[in-house]
């Protein structure tokens, strides 16, 4: 028994449930980037899941628990972007209402995109107002299902799918290194690591400006911090979610961080030497395998690539002035 928020159980529960409408996303190797870091490296594709980001899989198993009462009524979230679209499709896919709040600087293309599912995008300033609060506001005024972008056992439970995959596909690992915003996803990944292979060290990597997660896992209790400025705007977060933070402070083994510049070489390897677009955020756990802080020599690593939804004029400049 246990009294964190998801189980692998739950795991293997919300795999079944997605399986027939998620995208068993390819695992890609690159003999340039094991020779960079002296191991086997194993890049799981959320870039190619359905809507360009593995936040699907979450929203998915959360919508499809709704009970009738929840489907007629509608869902409501708050987010950068990707969470948002996958709110957004899943709730078409469902025959569910969304609508979904969203900051005024989210790139255009994730506004497009989730108002292209048929969601009703609300905007907000993320520095100057509290989207908890708003989103609150408008389940309380419309009667909607509030499913937050992390905190939530059926998204940490759709999220864990991701590593579930990768593991069943590649086999045991040493080492899996997964981007870490709020802990969905980390949270998610973990749990499904820990049970299929104990002794996997899970690592979340965030981006240096916003490093909540890191200062939580070290002190024990999570810490809030101002909304950073960083180039991944999936890891915008200001703190570790109430169920996920308990477990990652169990199953996690370190968080790590990385600065914006090595996000955006990290972009360029992934363009130039393995023809595939990753967005900032997406590459925070790749980021931390080629920086040097892991001593990865002989080791077999899974590397989490969580979405590859960033505006492409933002990513050729991105590019363009990378090392």
Known sequence: MTDLAISFEDVAAAHARIAPFAHRTPVLTSTTADALVGGSLFFKCENFQRMGAFKFRGAYNAIAQFTPEQRAHGVVTFSSGNHAQGIALSARLLGVKAVILMPIDAPATKVAATRGYGAEVVLYDRYGED????????????????????????????????????????????????????????????????????????????????????????????????????????????????????????????????????????????????????????????????????????????????GGNVDMARFASLIADAA
């Open 131 to 306: 989207r908890d609060a708003i989103g609150r506001r408008l389940a309380d005024e419309r009667g909607l299902t509030l499913i937050p972008p992390y905190d939530h056992p059926h998204v940490m439970a759709g999220q864990g799918t991701v590593a579930k995959e990768l593991i069943e596909e590649v086999g045991p690992l040493d080492v899996l290194l997964v981007p870490l915003g709020g802990g969905g996803l980390l949270s998610g990944c973990a749990t499904a690591a820990k049970a299929l292979c104990p002794d996997c060290r899970v690592i979340g990597v965030e981006p240096e400006a916003g490093n909540d997660g890191q200062l939580s896992f070290r002190s024990g209790a999570i810490v809030r911090i101002d909304t950073p400025k960083t180039i991944a705007d999936g890891a915008q977060t200001q703190f570790l979610g109430n169920y996920t933070f308990p477990v990652i402070r169990q199953r996690v083994d370190d968080v790590l961080t990385v600065s914006d510049a090595e996000l955006a070489a990290t972009m360029k390897f992934f363009a130039m030497r393995m023809k595939i677009i990753v967005e900032p955020t997406g590459c925070l756990g790749a980021a931390a395998a080629f920086g040097g802080q892991l001593d990865l020599r002989g080791k077999r690593v899974g590397v989490v690539l969580t």
